[in-house]
């Protein structure tokens, strides 16, 4: 699980707001960084209007004008909060239900690294579930195993289950102790349906294997299978691509020069565990897709009220930078997988595409975020020029929202998949990834062969869910989003 780098809080007796120190041992008083967090919040966050503490401005000062002003009043409420993420965490407009996704860290290189694709692994991606039958049991599901890392090299499979970490069995209480070691051993197990189709017996069945993994930094390569498919005298182009994240976008061209030069009929976007990234990254990967629409508007960015000249229209483009031009299978069609976790940048795709060309959806909802974040660094005009060396706090705000050409957000209940086209992944039967068998993708190679009765019959196989354990640790914002350069 990525984790960003304390920074370490130095209580100072003679300052009562507290102070903070960075590796230059230049002590900085908490309240200094406070004035940058509301200030960047003032200034960009797209709920502004609606947190009386930034609307009405009760302090007289304007963001930029007054980037390092301060008056009595303002100096007395900043030293209302013993830490910045207090303060910022106040500035939110309804965490619960609105805004889940913005946040802020005490580490921007980390938080860059992350942007980057890099974070300290040992490649094995799982989700959480409840033991069956009990009350606080949890179990992890592994369901993708990263290349060349410690996960790979022992032998750690999509599918695998484990009960418990080091001999000790995984519960509510001690989860999170036990996964965030730099080390440790996963038991696995088996689960045991008893041979009855009620669940109400059912077991996670402790097993002999052990596998000992260690965590290592890893650069991760979003572009997790490239294969072509030939199905029923078809040949179907499949990318399972897991991050929008920047930079990736040669590796994406070159896959579609691929698909070029094999002449695929079909094209299938896994982008079931894909979180977002980069809008730009989005939009490179949607004239590929296309090419027919160059110059014509793919997304919509829109900020507050008081930024609508920072509006900005995404287009289709034909070349990446100035002289790489952009492999295009000019597609009136497409399948796209999804799940709940296919969020934000995955869902600008789809969205945006939609106005277009035929986008068969197929899986799940979609997790349901439109909005788009910046990196806010405490610097003169708020980015990397000229940052403040004393600390290494930054903001990841919400500050705009995402359309598509016909002003259609996302909604917050996410994409719904095509009518037809619903299925949910079970994990007793996750298959795998990039095989023709695996049933979300067999469910888009059904229609492609025109056979209904497979796709009726992948459905009828169809078991119920594990029952899933969701905490705010669960969807990292910084593993994805919708990022704005």
Known sequence: MKKLRALSLILCAFILTGCFEDGDDIPIQTDEINDFVWKGMNLFYLYKSDVPQLSNNEFGLNAIDDRYGRNEVYNSYLENFSSPRELFESLIHQRNTVDQFSWIVDDYIELQRNFSGISVTNGMEFFRFRSPNTTDGLIGVVHVVQPNTSAAANGVK?????????????????????????????????????????????????????????KAEYTENPIYIAKTLDVSGKKVGYLMYN?????????????????????????????????????????FLASMITGQFTGEVFERIIYNSELQSNNTDYLFANKIGENTVINSL?????????????????????????????????????????????????????????????????????????????????????????????????????????????????????????????????????????QSVLTEYDFKPFEGGMVID
């Open 158 to 214: 999509r599918g695998d289950i484990f009960y418990a970490i080091d001999g000790i069995p995984l519960n509510d209480n001690n989860y999170f102790g036990l996964i965030n070691q730099n080390s440790y051993t996963i038991n696995l197990g088996t689960y045991n349906d008893q041979g009855t189709p009620d669940n109400s017996d059912d077991t996670i069945d402790p097993g002999t294997e052990s596998i000992t993994l260690t």
């Open 243 to 283: 991050g929008f994240i920047r930079g990736s976008e040669v590796g994406l061209n070159s896959v579609f020069a691929d698909f070029k030069s094999e002449n695929i009929d079909e094209l299938v976007l896994d982008l079931r565990y894909n979180p977002g990234g980069n809008v730009e990254t989005t939009t």
């Open 330 to 466: 000019n597609l009136n069609q497409i399948y796209v997988l999804t799940s709940g976790r296919s969020a934000s940048a995955s869902e600008g795709l789809i969205n945006g595409l939609k106005p277009y060309i035929n986008v068969i959806h197929v899986g799940t909802n979609t997790r349901g975020k439109t909005q788009g974040s910046i990196t806010i660094y405490d610097s003169p005009k708020f980015n990397r020029e000229g940052i403040n060396p004393r600390h290494t706090y930054a903001m990841q705000p919400l500050v705009a929202n995402g359309t598509n050409r016909n002003n259609e957000f996302v909604p917050s209940t996410g994409l719904v998949p095509t009518t037809g086209f619903e299925y949910q992944e079970r994990q007793s039967n996750y298959g795998v990834l990039g095989d023709v068998n695996e049933p979300l993708l067999a469910m888009a190679l059904a229609d492609i062969e025109g056979s209904t009765s497979k796709s009726q019959r992948l459905k009828s196989k169809q078991v119920p869910p594990l």
